[in-house]
């Protein structure tokens, strides 16, 4: 470790520990992800499998080793320094993003996992706070401590994977039988939270979250899910008999692409298989508004390297100061420039959604106040 030194604690876990640090050579930060051996046992296996396939995977969306430091009682990997994750984004922004941005980071991820998905790599853990981002707006999948190499098509693995809130309704009801369409479904997911701000959904239980996927997708029958109706699982559950929910009453932000590439053509669909793939969906009609040239940058070049292409300011980030008053989120911004002075106000009624537009934005301006 004489090469790095270590700034600060970012997380912890239950093998591992992640620094911030900083290169001694290069000066650059780092993320220094240090990870406990225990003698009997050695290195965990969630470690072997994230060095393993990382040291095989080079490409703009995806986080980056640099390095592996190997001692006695730790082993660390040295990962390229990203400050945010998009579950902060989202926080920072007030769950509120524009929708073009949400388009970049959308791409974005499915442009990292596209690649995986070719070099026969499942994620298997997709979830806001593993899709790290930049100051540029640079998004990249990490943390695939979880993840598989896929040498068939379809493999026996365990179910217990996922984080619940992101697992397909095939993995929740005992499936260990699956390939890359795990991982569409936890897009899709991940796709209407920027959108809405809320995930879509947060079960404590795999019951819970059953009952939420079929409530809103409606309870499947043999029709939308051939076989559903032998599963043991889902027989022991009793399920109440729901009917699919128009996605866009949950998500009237969402155009109509959008709601096509969430739900008809894409990874909300209950059989694997139907699941469009992370390849197909870059090309979507959704995607259309960006550059063309984007499908034909080299697998390590960013998206931002077309200059065309830029992060919008998010409708949620007016400044650093959210105050609460009553039932009111008020959002101070002040202009502290020379001639009159500014206070631009945002509120909203705290339990309206953002989506039925029943905001307002005020203006007021002090002249002389300085």
Not at 59 to 87: C, G, R
Not at 164 to 175: A, C
């Amino acid at each position: 470790m004489e090469t790095y030194v270590k700034l600060e604690k970012l997380g912890e876990g239950t093998y591992a520990t992640v620094f911030k640090g900083r290169s001694k050579l290069t000066k650059n930060l780092v993320a220094l992800k240090e990870i406990r051996l225990e003698h009997e046992e050695g290195a965990p296996c969630t470690a072997i499998r994230e060095v393993s396939l990382l040291k095989n995977l080079k490409h703009a969306n995806i986080v980056t080793l640099h390095d592996i430091i190997h001692t006695k009682s730790s082993l660390t990997l040295v990962f390229e320094y990203l400050d945010s994750d998009l579950k902060q984004y989202l926080d920072n922004c007030g769950n509120l993003m524009s929708m073009y941005n949400v388009k970049i980071f959308m791409f974005q991820l499915l442009r990292g996992l596209s690649y995986c998905h070719q070099h026969k790599i499942l994620h298997r853990d997709l979830k806001p706070q593993n899709l790290l981002i930049n100051g540029k707006g640079e998004l990249k999948l990490a943390d695939f401590g979880l993840a598989r190499a896929k040498s068939v098509p379809t493999k026996t693995y365990s179910n217990e994977v996922v984080t619940l809130w992101y697992r397909p309704p095939d993995v929740l009801l005992g499936s260990t039988e699956y390939s890359t369409p795990i991982d569409m479904w936890g897009v899709g997911c991940i796709h209407y939270e920027m959108v809405t701000g809320r995930p879509m959904f947060p079960g404590s239980t795999v019951k819970e979250e059953l009952n939420l996927i079929f409530r809103m997708l409606g309870t499947p029958t043999e029709e939308s899910w051939p076989g559903i109706t032998s599963n043991e699982e889902f027989k022991t559950y009793q399920f109440t008999q729901y009917r699919a929910q128009p996605l866009i009453n949950h998500a009237p932000r969402l155009d109509t692409e959008g709601i096509d590439l969430l739900t008809i053509s894409f990874s909300l669909k209950y059989e694997a298989k139907q699941r469009i793939s992370a390849e197909s969906a870059l090309r979507h009609p959704y995607f259309m508004i960006l550059d063309e040239r984007v499908h034909l940058l080299p697998e390590t070049a960013s998206i931002f390297s077309l200059k065309e292409i830029q992060l919008q300011k998010d409708p949620g980030c007016r400044g650093s100061s959210f105050q609460h008053v009553g039932r009111y989120q008020v959002l101070l911004e002040s202009s502290l420039t020379e001639g009159p002075a500014e206070i631009f106000c945002f509120l909203h009624f705290s339990d309206i959604d953002w989506n039925s537009g029943k905001h307002w934005f005020i203006a007021i301006s002090f002249p002389n106040m300085f």
